[in-house]
Nanobody, 125 residues
Framework: QVQLVESGGGLVQAGGSLRLSCAAS????????MGWFRQAPGKEREFVAA????????YYADSVKGRFTISRDNAKNTLYLQMNSLKSDDTAVYYC??????????????????WGQGTQVTVFS
C-alpha cells in the first residue's frame, strides 16, 4: 500500500513561487499515475495536474496551465508541483493522489478512498 505525504506549502506573495512535494512510501510508486488536487475554503476539491507513471505525459487544469509544472522522480518516490506566478485564487490545501490509470485522474470528479493531510498554500496580495 502506497502512503502519500504532502509538504512544501506556505505563505507567499502574489507573483511568487513555491514547490510542493509528495513523498510516497512503498515500492510501487513508479507504477502509478499521480496527480495534484486542491481545495479552497468553502469550495469543492478540484483537479490541478496529473502525470503518467513514466513522467512522459502531463495534463493540467486550464486555471494553472503555463504557471504550474508537475514532475516526478521515481528513484526518490517523490512527486512535485512547481508553482510560479501564484495568484490569490491559488490559495488552498493541496493534495496528491495516485491511480493506476493516468486519464482517470483528470477532472474534479475523481476521488480518493481517503486523502492525506495535504499542505496549505496561502497567497497574499
Amino acid at each position: 500500500q502506497v502512503q502519500l505525504v504532502e509538504s512544501g506549502g506556505g505563505l507567499v506573495q502574489a507573483g511568487g513561487s513555491l514547490r510542493l512535494s509528495c513523498a510516497a512510501s512503498g515500492r510501487t510508486f513508479s507504477s502509478y499515475a499521480m496527480g495534484w488536487f486542491r481545495q479552497a475554503p468553502g469550495k469543492e476539491r478540484e483537479f490541478v495536474a496529473a502525470i503518467s507513471w513514466s513522467g512522459g505525459s502531463t495534463y493540467y487544469a486550464d486555471s494553472v496551465k503555463g504557471r504550474f509544472t508537475i514532475s516526478r522522480d521515481n528513484a526518490k518516490n517523490t512527486l512535485y508541483l512547481q508553482m510560479n506566478s501564484l495568484k490569490s485564487d491559488d490559495t488552498a490545501v493541496y493534495y496528491c493522489a495516485k491511480d493506476w490509470v493516468y486519464s482517470a485522474l483528470f477532472g474534479s470528479s475523481w476521488s480518493a478512498p481517503s486523502w492525506g493531510q495535504g499542505t496549505q498554500v496561502t497567497v497574499f496580495s
